[in-house]
């Protein structure tokens, strides 16, 4: 019952979706990854998509809503994002429901959800975090820049699901149009694995552990970078840091 069980169903540009189970809810962020990848993925660990407690949307670019309506047909829980996204999810199937941003929400006994701004091309993306009397995990990926206004929201959480998109030197040689790499680097953009390095280091020092590394580029980072780089920014052998594949159904527990 306390344990917090996460499944990296889908994470970078191609798609990206999130089981997250805690306090024996169990949820998905986003729904950009196929109706059957994401039924395939909870199955090889006895979950369904009609257990689903909840499902969460981070922005409405496509990588993170384009199975909206497939996955709906499957599931009976509702749908909850903030205003900004709706149009993007118009043909859900389920109920719709409008969060507001940094406003503690118990949506179920025990388990209270919060909704917090990063910085991003999309207007009003966020991300949340999902707290129950002792546990907490909290998610953030597509954010151009770390502030201190929503570092304060990962603070105490057991779990930190965060971007690790492109290593500097990989985008600024890679095959992107340099107006493409300007908008990746700016502050509406995605977080780099410098940036991210330098949150785990100091989120780790505020007591978290255990980091999943999201959506990284497929042109512009390895999972090998992505992990080499926090690793030498923190040179911790305890930390836990685990890279999330492009697609995947490890169930992780911690
Ligand atoms: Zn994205
Ligand atoms: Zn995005």
Not at 98 to 109: G, K, S, T
Not at 147 to 170: C, P, R, T, W, Y
Not at 208 to 223: E, I, K
């Amino acid at each position: 019952m306390d344990e917090i069980r996460i499944i990296p169903i889908g994470s970078g540009s191609t798609g990206n979706c999130f089981y997250i189970e805690i306090g024996g809810y169990r949820f998905l962020i986003d729904m950009g990854i196929g109706y059957k990848k994401v039924r395939d993925a909870l199955a090889m660990h006895d979950r369904s998509l009609e257990e689903i407690d909840a499902i969460f949307l981070t922005h409405g670019h496509y990588d993170h809503v384009k199975a909206a309506e497939p996955i709906t047909n499957h599931t009976v829980c509702k749908v909850y994002a903030n205003r900004s996204v709706m149009y993007s999810i118009r043909k859900t199937k389920t109920e719709r429901v409008v969060l507001n941003m940094y406003e503690d929400i118990e949506l179920f006994p025990g388990l209270t959800v919060r909704m917090f701004k990063v910085p991003h091309d999309f207007a009003y993306t966020c991300g949340y975090s999902f707290r129950t009397a002792n546990r907490k995990v909290a998610y953030v990926t597509d954010c151009g820049r770390m502030k201190e206004q929503f570092l304060q929201e990962l603070i105490g959480a057991d779990v930190v699901i965060i971007e690790s998109n492109h290593d500097v030197e990989m985008l600024k040689n890679g095959p992107y149009p340099k107006q493409l790499q300007a908008r990746i680097r700016s502050e509406a953009g995605h977080l780099s694995n410098d940036e991210c390095a330098e949150t785990i280091a100091y989120l780790k020092e505020k007591g978290t552990s255990h980091f999943l590394l999201a959506h990284l580029s497929l042109h512009n980072n390895t999972p090998e970078i992505a992990l080499e780089t926090t690793r030498k920014r923190i040179n911790d052998p305890e930390i836990d840091l685990y890279v999330c594949p492009d697609e995947g159904n490890d169930l992780l527990i911690y």
